[in-house]
């Protein structure tokens, strides 16, 4: 994965990391057919996973459908009773101070 995706993907992460204090990266889910795994955030419980698709990258939210999203981030999963996800396309750009916000929400989610 030596494209567009690689540095989407370092970018989120460091946003993801520098948001909160205390936000733990682990690799979850390896599987023969995903030997990399599925990268996991949490804080006082999970806030996302980072997947990485042929054709985007994709944030999905653990209780993404109960968190405010002014600057509608979600833009996947947007049906789903809980979560909610960000699908994210090479020409895509990502507001980087909205998606802050939205993983510092996510942990004031997992503390109430």
């Known amino acids: 994965m030596a ?6 993907v370092e970018k989120l ?10 936000i733990v990266e682990e690799i979850k889910w390896r599987k023969p057919s995903n030997p990399d795994g599925v990268p996991t955030f949490s804080l006082d419980g999970l806030i996302c996973t980072l997947e990485t698709y042929k054709d985007k990258v994709k944030l999905t939210f653990a209780k993404g459908a109960s968190l405010p999203d002014p600057q509608s981030l979600f833009n996947a999963s947007l049906t789903a009773g809980t979560r909610r996800a960000i699908d994210i396309k090479e020409s895509d750009s990502l507001d ?3 998606f802050t916000a939205l993983i510092s929400a996510a942990v004031a989610a997992n503390r109430s």
């Open 96 to 98: 980087s101070d909205a």
């Open 13 to 22: 992460r460091r946003l993801i990391l520098g948001a909160e204090d205390g």
């Open 3 to 8: 494209d567009w995706r690689e540095d989407t």
